[in-house]
Nanobody
Framework: QVQVVESGGGLVQAGGSLRLSCAAS????????MSWFRQAPGKDREFVAA????????YYTDSVRGRFTISRDNARNTVYLQMNSLKPEDTAVYYC???????????????????WGQGTQVTVSS
């Protein structure tokens, strides 16, 4: 069956960096758009970043553009989120999501994704 597993979260001071990883199995990884979402306590799950199947088209929400970088390694069935210059408002549970043959205009819509990981906690202290 399909498994999506995030790792790499933790506690970091403001201005620091973390690198999240998301390993997928049980699917044809290179057919899938992969994205990161996050959910802070008491808030809705929000889109963070997306990468198309080949890794040459990227998209970020405005609040992380220039600080976060999404990338993928199709040989390793893994997508990454490099997070730099972290702020306390980046504190959330970060989720990886996958959708096959994703129409690109749906990239930020959490309801359009087929598979989700269990999430990894990122806490940024001030």
């Amino acid at each position: 069956q399909v498994q999506v597993v995030e790792s790499g979260g933790g506690l970091v001071q403001a201005g620091g960096s973390l690198r999240l990883s998301c390993a997928a199995s049980g699917l044809s990884f290179s057919d899938y758009t992969m994205s990161w979402f996050r959910q802070a306590p008491g808030k809705d799950r929000e889109f963070v970043a997306a990468i198309n199947w080949s890794g040459d088209i990227l998209y970020y929400t405005d609040s992380v553009r220039g600080r976060f970088t999404i990338s993928r390694d199709n040989a390793r069935n893994t997508v990454y989120l490099q997070m730099n210059s972290l702020k306390p408002e980046d504190t959330a549970v970060y989720y990886c999501a996958a959708r096959r043959d994703m129409p690109w205009y749906y990239r930020a819509d959490k309801d359009k994704y087929d598979y989700w990981g269990q999430g990894t906690q990122v806490t940024v202290s001030s």
